[in-house]
C-alpha cells in the first residue's frame, strides 16, 4: 500500500466514528437530563451563539437576550451578545440554544459565529464550506499569521514568491504577485478588501477570528474571490477596559512581541490600539553582493555566513463611539512596515543551458537544492510600507441594519531580486517605489428578525465601489548590465565567452531578442541591457448585489443571489527607457495605453435541508469572477490584455452536531469548473518579467471532511482530536498552446511575442499548487487541578502529497509529498491569566518549499523554515 493510501485510509479510520454516530446522538438527545433546548428560528441568522465568548472573555447572564417562549433556566444559561465584532451583518446576537453550551475544558470546543452571509451566524447552520478560529483556538495551535492558518485548515496553500504570498484554496487560487495582477482568494480585515498580495503575509494581531470561506464568494464578496476568501475580524473597542500582552522568541532570533490595550474613555465612546513587532535572522546562510568574474578573479563563495533578517512593525489604533442606542460610528488606522532579505536572495538549484554555460566561465558552483544556502551577487533587499485608513458607520432601526463603510490604502514596496539566483552578474530586477493606491466603499442594507421582511424572508442589498491606481515608477531590468565593448570592467571577454555572444546558441539568442526588440545594435559581440521600465494601471469598478433566503418551513430553507459588477481597466503608462553608462536615461519605446471596460453577472443558488436540529445538508451552485487586466510589466512588447477567469463550482455539504455538542463533523464533494484561468510565467525572452496567459479550461472534483471531537466527554473534557482531509484532482481540460521551458536546455517557448518556439499542449496536465491529497491530524489535552492553573499539551501533523509549480508539470518544477510535525506545552496561571508555552515547529526537519521560481535561468527555490524550537508568554489583564 502506497503513502498516499495508508494516509487516506488513516483519515478515513479518524472519520468512520464520528460519521457512524447519529443514532447514538439521537439516543443521547433523547434520555439527556440536564439539555433545555430553546426555540431557535428557522432562518440561518438564528444559529446558536457560542456558549462563550470565542476570544475568551467572559460572559454574563442577560435575560433580555433570549427568545419569546424561553423558561427561565434558558435565561439564566443566555450568554450576552457577542461583543466587540466589527461583522458586516446583525448587531444583534442568535438566540441562544443553551443544550448546544460547548462542552467544558478545551478551548477548541468553543462555537464560533461568522459572517460569511454578511450577518452573524453560527458556523454550524450556515450553508457554506467555512473553517474558523477564535482567539483562542488561533493562539492554541500557535497561528499568527497565513503561513500557520494553511496548515490547520484542509485544502488551503500557502506560499511565498518574491516577498509575496501566494494562497489557493481547493486548488484555486494565483502565484501571480505583481499590482497588474489579482489573487484568487479574496482578503478581507474587518470587512474591508485588502487587493494585493504583499500585503496579506503581515501578522495578524488582535484579532477575534479568522474565518476561511472555501469555494467561490462572488455574490456577497465580488470580485478576485474565485477561490474563495479570508475573513479576519480584529478586536474592537468595547465599555470595559483590557489589555494583553504576548512576547516569544524562537530558533533562529526569531521574536515576536504583541500588545493590546481598550481603553473606554466615556460611556459612548472607547479606544484600541494594537502593536506587533515580528524581527528573525535568515535561516539562510551564503553570500550576498559578491560577484563572480568571467576571469574568475573575484567573488569567493567558500566560506558561507548568516544572511539580513526582515523585520515587521504594525500598528492598529480603533475608535468606536456608540452616537445612540442603534447608532455607532467605527474609525480606524493601520500601519504595516516589513523588510529584510526574507526570499529575495533566492539560489538558482538547477541551471538552464544558459545559466549552466556561464556558471562554468565563471567558475560557479550550483547550489545543492535542499539546502539552505545561497550565493548570489545582488543584495536582495524587500521593503513594504501599508498604510489604511477605513470606518464603518452602523445605523440599527428596528426593521433594517444600515451599514456603510470605506476606506482608503495607499501601499508602497521596493523589491530587488537576482533573477539568475547565482554569483554570476547576468539578469538583475529592481523595483523601486512600486505603490498602490486604493479606494474603497460599500453600502449594505441588511434585513434583521421582525424587521420590515416577513419571518420567511432575509435578505441583504448592497452596492460596492473600487477604484484603484498601482505600479512601477522606475523597475530596472539588467542582462549583462556589465558588458561593454566585449568587456567587462574594462576586462575582455575569454574567447569561450565571446563565442557564446556572437554565435548561435541561446545567449547569444537571449541578447539578440533583447536588442531587436528595443531596437538597439546587437552586431558582432552585443553589449549587455539596461532598462528602466515604467509602467502604472488604472482601475474603476461598481457592483450592486442581492441575496435572498426563503424558509419554506422549519427545515426547509432556499437563497438565491446575484451580483452584477461593472470595471474599467486602462493602461496608464508603458514605457521602456535606456539606461546609459553615466546612469542617464533615454527613451527607447512608447507603448499604447489601451483600456477595457467588462461586466459580469454571478450568481448563487442554495438549497439547504435540517433533517434535524443538528444536521443540515446542502446544495449549491455559485460563480465567482477575477477581473481581466493588462500585463503592463514589458521590455519590448505592447501590453496584453488578459482575459476574465471565471469559476462555476457545484457542492453538495453536511453539517452535522452530535453527542450533545462533543462532536462535529462537516463534509463536501464538490466540482470546479474553470474558464480562461489566469496563469503566470516568467520569462525575459517571453517580452516581460512576469506574464500571464488564458487556459481556456479546467477543472477540479473534490472532497473534504473536518471533525472536532471530545471522546471521552465524561471522564475526560479537556482531550479534543481535531483532523481534516481534501482531495483533489485538477487537470486542465484544455490548454492547447502553453508556455513553459525546454526539458533540456531551459529555453523558452510560448505563444506570445518572444517565444522561440511554438506554444506546447498541456491539456490533461495537472493544475499548478493543488495536492492530491492534503490534511491535518492534532490531539490538544488540557489537564486541570494543576497548582492553580492548567497545562495543556498539543500535538499536530499536516500531510501534502505534492503538486507542480508549472503548468507544464515539468520535473523540475515538482514538490514532493512533505510532513510537518509541530507540537507544544503550556501552562496557564489563572489567577493572573498568564499562560507560558514552549514550542517546537517542523520536528521532523522536513524539507519541503515555499516557493519554486522558474524562468529562462532555471529553478530557484526558497525552502519553508527547518526544525524550530521557542518560547511564548501571554499575559491578559
Known sequence: MSTESRLALAFALSAALPAALPTMAWAQDQT??????????????????????ATGASSTADPSQAPAGADATADAAAPEPYPGTLAVGNDEPPPVDAGKAAPAGNRLMAEVIVTAQKREENIQKVPISITAFSADALDAKGIDDAKGLAQATPGMYYGQTVNFAVIYIRGVGSDAFLPDSDPSIATYIDGIYYPFANGLSQAFGAVERVEVLKGPQGTLFGRNSTGGAINTVTKSPGPDFESSLLASYASYNDMKLRGYVNIPIVDSLAASLSVVHNEEDSYYKGTIDNPATPLNLGGDASTARSLPGTTENAARVKLKWDILDNLDFNIAGFVDLTQGLSSSAMPNVDPSLIQKSLDTLYGVTTVQPGTYRTDVDVPGYFRSNNKVVYGQFNYRPDWLDVKLLGSHQKIVADNYFDFDGTRVPFIEFGAPGQFADVTTGELQLVSKKDGMLPDWLDGIVGLYYFKEKS????????????????QIAGIPLPSALTGLLTGGGPLANLLNTLTDGLGLPNGGVPNGVDVSLHDQLGTKSWAAYTQETV??????SFTAGVRYQQEQRHVIQS????????????????FNTPSKKSHDLSPKFVLDYNFTKDVMTYLSWT???KSGTFKTVNVYTQPQYVKPETVETTELGIKSTFLDGALRFNAAAFQNKIHDMQVQFISVLGGGVAQLENAPGARIRGAEFDTQWTPLRTLDPGLVVAGGLTYLHGIFTSYPQGSGYGLTDGIFFGRLPGGINTGQDFTGNKITRTPKLSGSFGLNQIIDGIGNGNIELAADLYYNSGFYYLAQNSPTSKQDSYYVVNASVSYLYEPWHFRTTVFGKNLTDERYTYSKFILDTGTLE??????????????DF
Open 862 to 875: 526558497y525552502l519553508a523554515p527547518p526544525r524550530t524550537f521557542g518560547i511564548r508568554l501571554g499575559l
Open 623 to 625: 460563480k465567482g469572477y
Open 471 to 486: 505600479g512601477f515608477p522606475d523597475n530596472r531590468l539588467s542582462v549583462l548590465g556589465g558588458l561593454s565593448n566585449g
Open 575 to 590: 514605457d521602456v527607457l535606456l539606461i546609459n553608462t553615466d546612469g542617464s536615461e533615454a527613451p527607447l519605446l512608447s
Open 32 to 53: 439527556a437530563g440536564d439539555s433545555v433546548d430553546v426555540p431557535v428560528a428557522s432562518d440561518g441568522a438564528a444559529g446558536a451563539a457560542p456558549a462563550d465568548d
Open 551 to 556: 424558509h419554506f418551513n422549519d427545515s426547509f
